[in-house]
């Protein structure tokens, strides 16, 4: 359970055992030998050595980041969790052990946890994953009429995002947009819409585009009032 070294220094090799050490003095001319016998207690070490790192390190909205850990003393895996004060922030990816995904931005900590054995008490490590803005994908921009004639109009809209940003619509071309989302024809041609969706606190801008064909009208047919009797010098309109 222990070791002594030559020097007198003794060494706890084992956890939660007794060791029984004599000590001796051996005596010199003047005082005769005397001996001592101690009785030591040991307990569970302490682990040390310990490091956590993720990967990547900073992670931005709906990233995931692979978490690992090495040192301690015992052999087992470490197992991950986040803490209490950041599940707003993150949270473990389910089905998996070591793999953290991002949900708002802010300060993901998480902590390694050792196991303990026979010899060394378990551990815990925390690391902090700096979480920033997410990017959305381009717009996917819908018109509820496409292509238009001319005098028509359409309701634009988007996909729906993770974003809580305003979204906002602007034309260039024989259109023009009315009521935040009514694209309104003014003449034949081809219309380029661009819908953009602020930033948030969690995700930068996005934007898409839409190009709308603006086909010309049919016109009504010509009425035409046939006039007789007319005589050299009269005029019609």
Not at 58 to 65: E, I, N, P
Not at 79 to 95: K, L, R, W, Y
Not at 132 to 146: M, P, R, W, Y
Not at 150 to 160: K, N, R, V, W
Request: glycine share 10%; with cysteine.
């Amino acid at each position: 359970a222990c070791s002594v070294s030559a020097t007198g220094k003794v060494t706890a090799l084992l956890a939660n055992k007794t060791c029984e050490i004599t000590v001796k003095n051996i005596g010199d001319s003047n005082y005769e030998a005397v001996e001592k016998d101690i009785a030591l207690t040991t307990t569970l070490g302490t682990q040390t050595g310990i490091s956590v790192t993720a990967s990547p390190a900073t992670l931005a909205v709906g990233g995931t980041s692979v978490l690992s850990a090495s040192g301690g003393q015992t052999s087992a895996d470490a197992t991950f969790s986040v803490d209490a004060g950041s599940q707003n922030v993150c949270e473990m990816v389910q089905g998996s052990t070591n793999q953290v995904t991002a949900k708002t931005v802010g300060t993901c900590k998480v902590t390694a946890n050792l196991p303990a054995n026979d010899n060394y008490a378990s551990a815990a490590k925390s690391w902090d994953i700096t979480v920033t803005k997410g990017s959305l994908a381009g717009l996917n921009v819908h018109a509820s009429k496409s292509p238009l004639v001319f005098g028509e109009s359409a309701t634009l809209s988007t996909d729906a995002t993770n974003s809580t940003g305003a979204l906002s619509y602007q034309v260039s071309g024989p259109c023009r947009i009315d009521n935040g989302n009514e694209l309104v024809t003014q003449g034949a041609g081809n219309c380029l819409v661009t819908a953009t969706q602020a930033a948030d606190d969690n995700y930068t801008q996005a934007a898409g585009t839409l190009s709308v064909t603006v086909e010309q009208a049919t016109q009504a047919a010509l009425q035409i009032t046939p006039v007789t009797g007319m005589k050299p010098g009269d005029s019609v309109t």
